[in-house]
């Protein structure tokens, strides 16, 4: 299936290393800035871009409206040179990770992608739509988040593919390995979640 982004697009160009850190973001917060840093100094990313999907597959409850969550984020960011906010997910019209990941791959020849997520997405990886593909089409960056500190060790997606492992030391060498491949990044962790500010009101959907 053929995707088209049209204008306003996200720029990249082939050679660049883009991370891409997926979520509803609802709300973004100071932990989805903390780890994209982090992810950026130590997989040596050139940008990162948060794409802030429609809504999540995998829940039952919608997100806030879309234009609002891609609002906070941007202000969040604060006009940061390397982070690039998009709702390029609703452009290319897919929810599924392993789709948008086809999607961008077919629209920017050259440039090399690594998906991020939290440690907490790794227990439950094994559910994502075709999640064997996603590990095979680009690297993957899993970073340490509070809850569940066993989960690289104990999830099916790390076992399954525990021989493409990359170390910590080798971190570094992340952007440029070939699929599968991934790294866990033990980072210093920030309490904060986007659960715990809706659940306290300083987020009403």
Known sequence: MRHVIGPGRPQARPGQVIGLLGGSFDPPHEGHLHITLEA?????????????????????????????????????????????????????????????????????????????????????????DRWRAIVSSVP???LARPGQPASARTARASRVFRSHRLSVAASGLLGRAEPPCWCHLPIPLRSISSTALRASGQWVR
């Not at 919608?62 to 390029?88: F, S, Y």
């Not at 791959?105 to 992608?113: D, K, L, N, S």
């Open 140 to 142: 993957v960056g899993v």
């Open 40 to 128: 950026m100094k130590r997989f040596r990313l050139d940008r990162v871009w948060w794409l802030v999907s429609p809504g999540n597959p995998l829940k039952s409850e919608g997100p806030a409206e879309l234009p609002r969550r891609l609002a906070a984020a941007q202000a969040l960011v604060g006009g940061h040179p390397r982070i690039v906010v998009t709702d390029i997910e609703s452009r290319l019209g897919t929810r599924y990770t392993a789709e948008t990941l086809e999607g961008l791959i077919g629209a920017y020849p050259g440039t090399r992608f690594v998906w991020l997520m939290g440690e907490d997405n790794l227990a439950g990886f094994h559910r994502w």
